[in-house]
């Protein structure tokens, strides 16, 4: 019943751009809080982006100034606006609700981003 997901993944090359999607379904998609994380091999998820119902939004230092995350309510989407990307930015995206509370919402399966040349 409750759906969330992610698409816009892909392999690029450094320097290139990328697009990712997040449709939520089932859910109030207005009053939540809506987040990116991302995890690579042998790492920690972290949260790489968040935005609030009312689209207040916060960003990870390693990507601060590179993505940009945004929210269309009459879409139930959120984005994250990938620019610049690092061969460190590697990873499987996942968007989550309540990013905050990494222990409740719903989680997405996941997108792969993978930038190498």
């Known amino acids: 019943q409750v759906q969330v997901v992610e698409s816009g993944g892909g392999l690029v090359q450094p320097g290139e751009s990328l697009r990712l999607s997040c449709t939520a379904s089932?859910?109030?998609?207005?009053?939540?809080?809506m987040g990116w994380y991302r995890q690579a091999p042998g790492k920690q998820r972290e949260l790489v982006a968040s935005?609030?119902?009312?689209?207040?939004?916060n960003y990870a230092d390693s990507v601060k100034g590179r993505f940009t995350i945004s929210r269309d309510s009459a879409k139930s989407t959120v984005y994250l606006q990938m620019v610049s990307l690092k061969p460190e930015d590697t990873a499987v995206y996942y968007c989550?609700?309540?990013?905050?509370?990494?222990?409740?919402?719903?989680w997405g399966q996941g997108t792969q981003v993978i930038v190498s040349s």
């Open positions: 089932g859910i109030d998609f207005r009053r939540l809080d």
């Open positions: 989550k609700t309540s990013p905050l509370d990494p222990s409740s919402g719903y």
């Open positions: 935005i609030s119902s009312r689209s207040n939004t």
